[in-house]
Nanobody
Framework: QVQLVESGGGLVQAGGSLRLSCAASGRTFNYDAMGWFRQAPGKEREFVAAIRWSIGSTYYADSVKGRFTVSRDTAKNTVYLQMNSLKPEDTAVYFC??????????????????WGQGTQVTVSS
């Protein structure tokens, strides 16, 4: 079993920043990448960013490229999502997930097996 717990969400004004964390516990080895997704009210869950656990390479959705940065701390089994220049359209519940199949940074949710419970990010205008 793998447990993923997100934290760091909150309310921020447009232009502000937040850093999300995703702490992994349990059988966390033998996986390739971790991804971040988000889901806004009434919308489909969408891919945001991914990071390869071993070498730290990253991949971003076009909508967040240049504003968001994904990183990881292998000693702490934690993945981070630094979000800068936030916009109201970034408002969503953010989830981290473990990728086990597909191309790196896959936007297909079935490429991911374990998911966190999500953390709410609200950006006011």
């Amino acid at each position: 079993q793998v447990q993923l717990v997100e934290s760091g969400g909150g309310l921020v004004q447009a232009g502000g920043s937040l850093r999300l964390s995703c702490a992994a516990s349990g059988r966390t080895f033998n996986y390739d990448a971790m991804g971040w997704f988000r889901q806004a009210p009434g919308k489909e869950r969408e891919f945001v960013a991914a990071i390869r656990w071993s070498i730290g390479s990253t991949y971003y959705a076009d909508s967040v490229k240049g504003r968001f940065t994904v990183s990881r701390d292998t000693a702490k089994n934690t993945v981070y999502l630094q979000m800068n220049s936030l916009k109201p359209e970034d408002t969503a519940v953010y989830f981290c997930a473990r990728q086990i199949s597909g191309a790196f940074g896959s936007s297909w949710q079935r490429s991911y097996d374990y998911w966190g419970q999500g953390t709410q990010v609200t950006v006011s205008s």
